[in-house]
């Protein structure tokens, strides 16, 4: 299975900061990584695939990048309903994987 | 566009079994991938399967090989995601998603508890 790691777990961060998440895959996945959004409470929301492509309706505050084994999600001039929490997704291979998360909180 | 609409909350004995359904209105299944999310309380996102339409196969978390069943009823446009000899740490809330990306169920919870 193709492991997922996420860094940082938790970040405290303001209104208006600039905000990067990585995500390190155990093996090569190209550029087949997804990224989401969850609230407390609720279902996730996809954000962007194929790295760095945004779904429709995504604010563009919102960017990925990375290709291979590193990624990464940049939020700049985070807004208050960016506060939640944050995976990543491989779809390179079965059994797709995420990772950890990453819990943005309020500063 | 394109909803899922998903079962009630269960509460289930050690041993048993849970059947989620997953019902898709403003399209067709016929066609879709759907898979199935689990959520532990306070945890992060696991992926447990999904059914290939175009293969006509389904593929399973290893973790999961002969305690799962997906299936699906076309004709109703519903997706069945069936969990056996549940254990406590089954607990969580359960998603459906089609394509793995959106849109996604509202959640079942399931707990299992004696």
């Known amino acids: 299975d193709i492991q997922m790691t996420q860094s940082p777990s938790a970040l405290s961060a303001s209104v208006g900061d600039r905000v990067t998440i990585t995500c390190r895959a155990s093996q090569d996945i190209g550029d087949l990584l997804a990224w989401f959004q969850q609230r407390p409470g609720k279902a996730p929301k996809s954000l962007i695939y194929a790295a760095s492509i945004l779904h429709s309706g995504v604010p563009s505050n919102f960017s990925g990048s990375g290709s291979g084994t590193d990624f990464s999600l940049t939020i700049t001039s985070l807004q208050p309903e960016d506060f939640a929490t944050y995976y990543c997704q491989q779809y390179s291979s079965y059994p797709v994987t995420f990772g950890g998360g990453t819990r943005v909180e309020i500063k | 566009q394109v909803q899922l609409v998903q079962s009630g909350a269960e509460v289930k004995k050690p041993g048993a079994s849970v059947k989620v359904s997953c019902k898709v209105s403003g399209y067709t299944l016929s066609g879709l991938s759907m898979h199935w999310v689990r959520q532990a309380p306070g945890k992060g996102l696991e992926w447990m399967g999904t059914f290939d339409p175009e293969g006509g196969e389904t593929f399973y978390a290893q973790k999961f090989q002969g305690r799962l069943n997906m299936t699906e009823d076309t004709s109703t446009d519903t997706a069945y995601m069936e969990l056996s000899s549940l254990r406590p740490d089954d607990s969580a809330v359960y998603f459906c998603?089609?394509?793995?990306?959106?849109?996604w169920g509202q959640g079942t919870l399931v707990t299992v508890s004696s």
């Open positions: 998603v089609i394509n793995l990306f959106d849109p």
